[in-house]
T-cell receptor, first 112, second 114 residues
Framework: DGGITQSPKYLFRKEGQNVTLSCEQN?????MYWYRQDPGQGLRLIYY???????QKGDIAEGYSVSREKKESFPLTVTSAQKNPTAFYLC???????????FGQGTRLTVV | DAKTTQPTSMDCAEGRAANLPCNHS???????VYWYRQIHSQGPQYIIH???NNETNEMASLIITEDRKSSTLILPHATLRDTAVYYC???????????????FGKGTHLIIQP
């Protein structure tokens, strides 16, 4: 089954710890994205990657880091520098950067 | 400045056509209109996109006005499972990479009433 997979669905971490969210796609898409969604709010772009080994900051990149070493994978690390890390995180991919994007089911991160 | 304007919420009776409007009066000639939806606590789902011609797929129809300043997404026979937030986005579609990041606004909360 082709698609985009985020894991885990729910994640709990203690304050001050870094945490890495996984995103894998087997759609052979060049572009991948990370978004954050807070309750009752729209999606905000954290980072995006147009092609392997390249990535760009989105609107709210502070406190986050990414890597794109493989086409299929675009992990997001939420660092201790992120002031309000508790949120719903969504990963997406598209065949090229501005094509229609397909989203994973999200990871709900709670930092206590 | 937002590129699109959508109503905050809309109701539609189950079985009827749901017509969701979107204004994009500053759309550029090379920008497409995209529609996505997000059902509660799930990732957004791509629905349809178009440039100037009307488009139809198995999920919906997209009607774009001749001047391209507005469009309407039509769900022909709405069901309770169509209750979601619907996002209208305008964006360049360029395989050469000449586009901004995909930006979501607040969208329209469509509620299908039984």
């Amino acid at each position: 089954d082709g698609g985009i997979t985020q894991s885990p669905k729910y994640l709990f971490r203690k304050e001050g710890q870094n945490v890495t969210l996984s995103c894998e796609q087997n759609l052979n898409h060049d572009a991948m994205y990370w978004y954050r969604q807070d309750p009752g709010q729209g999606l905000r772009l954290i980072y995006y990657s147009q092609i392997v080994n390249d990535f760009q900051k989105g609107d709210i990149a502070e406190g986050y880091s990414v890597s794109r070493e493989k086409k299929e994978s675009f992990p997001l690390t939420v660092t201790s520098a992120q002031k309000n890390p508790t949120a719903f995180y969504l990963c997406a991919s598209s065949i090229f950067f501005s094509a229609e994007a397909f989203f994973g089911q999200g990871t709900r991160l709670t930092v206590v | 400045d937002a590129k699109t304007t959508q109503p905050t919420s809309m109701d539609c009776a189950e079985g009827r056509a749901a017509n969701l409007p979107c204004n994009h009066s500053t759309i550029s000639g090379n920008e497409y209109v995209y529609w996505y939806r997000q059902i509660h606590s799930q990732g957004p789902q791509y629905i349809i996109h178009g440039l100037k011609n009307n488009e139809t797929n198995e999920m919906a129809s997209l009607i774009i006005t001749e001047d391209r300043k507005s469009s309407t997404l039509i769900l022909p026979h709405a069901t309770l499972r169509d209750t979601a937030v619907y996002y209208c986005i305008v964006r360049v579609r360029d395989s050469g990479g000449g586009a901004d990041g995909l930006t979501f606004g607040k969208g329209t909360h469509l509620i299908i009433q039984p």
